[in-house]
């Protein structure tokens, strides 16, 4: 396993790559901020649904590299933005589909209604990628805390798998 730790570094940065240019190709494209527009709100959804995938593939790849090389600190990060992700997706896709229902807002841009397909694959995309950051906090949390408390058991024990 000596040898292979050679690649954690090269596979955190392909990680971080999926995740931050993601990200940031996405942030460009709902510039310029307008908040206040029907229409940017619903475009930001739909660059986000399409860009989310990018992020969770580096999460997940992540999270794998760290319980390979047994590293419980990045266990714990990933866990935390993998909490912040879900958090801020989660409230995203929450004012997302409270911001469809009135349809006076739809009806004045000139959007498509918001039981349409186009919207389902929107709010189904966000809450799979809720879902998934939700279950990645979980996961790397309990392994976190299981590779903490087998840090500090005795080695005789750890090593027999008691």
């Not at 901020?33 to 709100?41: I, K």
């Not at 990018?54 to 999270?63: E, H, N, R």
């Amino acid at each position: 396993m000596r040898n292979l730790s050679r690649l954690s570094l090269p596979g955190y940065m392909v990680c971080l790559w999926l995740v931050v240019f993601t990200t940031v190709d996405a942030a460009v494209l709902a510039l310029p901020f307008q908040p206040t527009m029907a229409e940017w709100r619903y475009r930001l959804a739909a660059h986000l649904a399409l860009y989310v995938f990018s992020p969770m593939m580096g999460v997940f790849l992540a999270l794998a590299l760290a319980v390979v090389f047994e590293q419980p600190r990045v266990l714990r990060a990933v866990g935390v933005l993998s909490g912040l992700a879900c958090v801020g997706l989660l409230l995203f896709l929450l004012s997302h589909m409270a911001d469809s229902f009135p349809l006076r807002g739809i009806e004045r841009v000139g959007l498509v209604p918001p039981f349409s397909s186009k919207w389902g694959v929107v709010v189904f995309k966000l809450g799979v990628a809720v879902v998934f950051f939700g279950a990645i906090t979980l996961v790397a949390r309990g392994l976190a805390s299981g590779r903490a408390s087998n840090d500090r058991a005795a080695p005789g024990l750890v090593a027999e798998g008691l």
